[in-house]
């Protein structure tokens, strides 16, 4: 099951392949901007533009990157618009697009003596875009410049749509790992990553590591400090991220650090210790994983939970003919630790049990009142450390982020 569908992009221009709503804002700017442009009346347009100013008046020379001629076409969506002056400054730039009738703006930076500015972000595929520049020259007169281009195209398996978890506005636990999932791979993961960031408050140390080309994972060197608030820039859109891929949007999510909530589970004394805030909150009697379905130790992460869940042991392999076979409609307060199907839930029919014995198929059970209690303080996110038996976490059975040193976890970045 997947816990953090992708927000609906936002962004784009080309037609999304998961979710049509929120797509490129018309910005306001953007019409001031055209109509200011479309006042520059008889000037022609070119890669390079056409110049207009005062006759007798040495002339301010304005130049672009985007090469020579009266319309330049295809250019790269991962280009960064750049604009210079020579023999005066600039004064003002604009860069609006047109993409099917959704328009828009790319904002920039005019450098501090007005010779130069540079665009503030990437292009858009198949668009129509209008650059449009007044300066002044040495000897004070005015100027004004209009260059038109078009980028090239690119279908939806030419872009990578980048989904991030934990969702925005949430409030989850501290071993929340932050997760960027790619849905066409990227090749190129350094290029990727130098397009992805995260800040806190408080400032945290952190590094990011690739699972595969098509996930990659950012955890803190310790769990986050409670709450913190956290934002995640993944400001992809355009970047060429290797092999004719290019982000389709950029994103940015912001989410909270709720309590500190730390599960501490001994399977030998059949005990689960619940740490909130670094202080015991309560003791609880628990029954894990029996010989041959032992509970994994390892330090686990909160990843879904459910007031009521069916659970058929056909999903772990288990088929119906099997003595181990179950299938039970309504396991109440279950939260799952594993992409493999552990849970910690409440499990009325082992009471007798819990606290002195592991019955288990793999899953932590408790009592209805204690499952109660721990899920209304749980989050996802929350941490759970479990130790006392010998089979260990699988690397990627669940987010097993925590399972390795900082310095380990590291070495899975691209940079």
């Not at 140390?205 to 699972?211: A, C, E, L, N």
């Amino acid at each position: 099951m997947s816990l953090c569908p992708p927000a609906s992009p936002r962004g784009r221009l080309s037609p999304a392949r998961r979710d049509p709503v929120g797509k490129v804002e018309l910005a306001l700017a953007s019409v001031l901007a055209a109509g200011a442009l479309a006042a520059c009346s008889g000037a022609a347009h070119g890669g390079g533009g056409h110049q207009v100013s005062s006759p007798g008046a040495q002339p301010v020379s304005f130049s672009t990157n985007l090469g020579p001629g009266r319309h330049a076409e295809d250019v790269p969506v991962d280009t960064v618009v750049k604009m210079s002056a020579s023999g005066g400054q600039l004064d003002a730039v604009h860069l609006t697009f047109d993409a099917g009738g959704t328009q828009g703006t790319v904002p920039g930076t005019l450098s501090k003596d007005g010779t130069s500015w540079v665009a503030d972000g990437l292009l858009e595929p198949g668009a129509d875009y209008r650059l449009g520049a007044t300066g002044t020259s040495i000897d004070g007169a005015p100027a004004r410049q209009i260059s038109i281009f078009s980028t090239q195209d690119l279908s939806l398996d030419q872009q990578t749509f980048p989904s991030v978890a934990p969702l925005r506005d949430t409030t989850v636990g501290v071993g929340m790992p932050v997760i960027v999932t790619f849905d066409v791979p990227v090749t190129d993961r350094a290029a990727a990553e130098r397009h992805l960031s995260v800040e806190s408050t408080p400032a945290v140390r952190g590094t990011w590591h690739w699972v595969d080309d098509t996930e990659v994972h950012y955890r803190p060197r310790r769990f986050w400090p409670a709450g913190a608030d956290v934002t995640v820039h993944a400001d992809l859109n355009g970047v060429d991220v290797g092999n004719g891929i290019y982000g389709q949007e950029s994103r940015e999510v912001s989410f909270h650090i709720g309590s500190s909530v730390i599960d501490r589970i001994n399977l030998r004394t059949h005990r689960l210790r619940v740490v909130i805030n670094g202080r015991l909150a309560r003791t609880i009697p628990i029954t894990g994983g029996k010989p041959g379905f032992e509970t994994r130790s390892g330090t686990k992460v909160i990843m879904e939970k459910f007031l009521s869940k069916r659970m058929d042991a056909a999903t772990t392999g288990i088929a119906p003919s099997n003595p181990e076979y179950y299938n039970i409609a309504n396991v109440q307060y279950a939260m799952r630790v594993t992409n493999s199907g552990e849970f910690l839930h409440a499990a009325p029919w082992s009471v007798a049990d819990q606290g002195s014995a592991n019955v288990s198929h793999g899953c932590v059970g408790m009592s209805t009142a204690n499952a109660h209690w721990l899920f209304d303080r749980s989050h996802i996110g929350d941490v759970v450390i479990v130790k006392g038996s010998n089979r260990s976490m699988e690397a990627g059975n669940g987010w097993t982020d925590w399972n390795q040193s900082y310095a380990s976890y590291k070495q899975g970045s691209a940079l």
